[in-house]
């Protein structure tokens, strides 16, 4: 039975002029693995060029923001041995204000020669505190002659209807003593 099923599919091959299918060739065997490159050699890294340090900002006796101003101002003539004073001010811009529940605080630092009278100023402090204005007089006494730098770290918040602003701020003032 199985010759005829084979001479029928061969009679049919035939009658339509094809050739029977060849046995398709075997595949070739994969190439061996070529040995493996060797890794290339770690090479040390080369030093980055030396970039010059970037100077620290340099401090100022101000900082202005669309919401407010903030100086320390100095208050005439500084003479060695007699008491001095400057003022810390902020004023807010546009329709801010100063918020009256905020904790507001001035820390103090001076270098030898200048002799504070109090190294923290908080707001019963203030010379002035309003919404529209905070004023501190920094009251000092120089020891020497010479230019001294004062610095104020001021904590403060200014807010609108909608928002509120906290921020802290580093100023500082050359003090020139007679």
Same mark, same amino acid.
């Given at each position: 039975?199985? !010759? @005829?099923?084979?001479? $029928?599919?061969?009679?049919l091959v035939v009658a339509c002029g094809s050739k029977p299918a060849e046995p398709a060739p075997a595949p #070739?065997?994969?190439p061996a693995p070529a040995e493996p490159a060797p890794a290339p050699e770690a090479k040390p890294a080369a030093p980055e060029p030396s970039k010059p340090a970037e100077p620290?900002?340099?401090l100022t006796d101000k900082a202005e923001d669309p919401s407010f101003a903030l100086a320390l101002t100095p208050s005439g003539d500084y003479d060695a041995g007699k008491l001095a004073s !400057?003022?810390?001010?902020?004023?807010?811009? &546009?329709?801010?204000?100063?918020?009256?529940e905020y904790p507001m605080s001035?820390?103090? $630092?001076?270098?030898?020669?200048?002799?504070? #009278?109090?190294?923290?100023?908080d707001r019963p402090d203030a010379a002035e505190f309003s919404e529209k204005k905070a004023r501190f007089d920094v009251p000092f006494t120089p020891s020497s @002659? &010479?230019?001294? $730098?004062?610095?104020?770290?001021?904590? !403060? #918040?200014v807010c609108t209807p909608e928002t509120c602003?906290?921020?802290e701020? $580093?100023?500082a003032l050359a003090v020139a003593v007679k």
């Open positions: 039975m199985r !010759f @005829a099923i084979l001479s $029928t599919l061969l009679g #070739a065997p994969a620290a900002a340099a !400057f003022a810390v001010s902020l004023v807010p811009r &546009g329709e801010y204000k100063i918020n009256q001035i820390e103090l $630092t001076a270098p030898e020669g200048i002799a504070l #009278a109090k190294p923290r100023l @002659a &010479g230019e001294h $730098t004062v610095q104020a770290k001021v904590k !403060f #918040a602003v906290p921020d701020r $580093t100023l």
